[in-house]
């Protein structure tokens, strides 16, 4: 009852109700990137590279956002402009959620957000740039990201470059391995930094194969494990960024935002752009090549989730452990 009341929200583009009902997997992907993750106009551009990237692997993409008092999977053209150009997207994490649709406005959907949206219409596969996470000082702040939390309950496999060094890496990983979030690494041993590939901190299991991970989210959800998974993939070496360079920019970043007072859900939006401005631009550069590679290996996922290679399977042995503790 409560579901198909809340599918009553949902509107489908023509593209994707068309891969929908021939049975093709699809890709959920995050417009809090497009609105406030990146300027315009490489914002749009991006997305539809983006789409077009996982729609080359037979996968449709699904890009997700409010409009008009509906929560719309998958974008036209007009409204991916409308998203990318406004200066009044709302930023629309779990809370925001009622609030933005209630009202009718236009919201761009966070991790978290995008996640409910993306389970409600079916969709196992996310692909976002990073995620958000327990953010330093927050043993002062509280400040820790709503997306940990849907992490925690919402089953979707969010395939990310791991997370930015403006949060506590390995406070991220402590919160996730509590809630039980498994945190697969594919083509590393190590968690990635975004910008950097190494964190400096173990993914829980390395798995580099698509039919790999596919068989152990399965076996987690068959298990009646609800929540997600993380999947983090490292930036390709020709485009990541050199460590100390964006660790000494996080820092000013940082120094920036107390000392004007930036709290809640502006925190996130404004040290992505103080370190955008501050690298005059190059970590765009950056940001794009990461959610681009991402989109490839989240289709992939999609096409092996969708053969259901694992149902029943309890095949482990190419389940390597990570962490010890
Ligand atoms: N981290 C990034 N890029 C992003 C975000 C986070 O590297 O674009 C966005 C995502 O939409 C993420 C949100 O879900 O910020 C987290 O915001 P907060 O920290 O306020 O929960
Ligand atoms: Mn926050």
Redesign the pocket.
Known sequence: MVADLAHSWLTFSAAVAAAKAAGRPLVAL?S??IA??MPYPENIRTAREVEALVRATGAEPATIALIGGRIHIGLADDELELLGRSEHVHKV?RRDLPAVLAAGGVGAT???GTMICAALAGIEVFV?????GVHRGAQETFDI???LQELAKTSVAVVCAGA?SVLDIGLTLEYLETYGVPVLSCGQDNFAA?YTRDSGFRADFRLDDAADQARFIRTKWNLGLEGGVVLSTPVPEASAMQSAEIDALTQQALTEARAQGITG?A???FL?SRITALTGGRSLATNIAIVKHNAEVGARLALALAHRLCTGCRDERSISQGRSD
């Open positions: 995050e809090s990137i406030h993750g994490s966070t991790v978290a976002t740039g990073g995620i958000g990201s709503a997306d930015k975004f859900k925190v996130t939006p992505l």
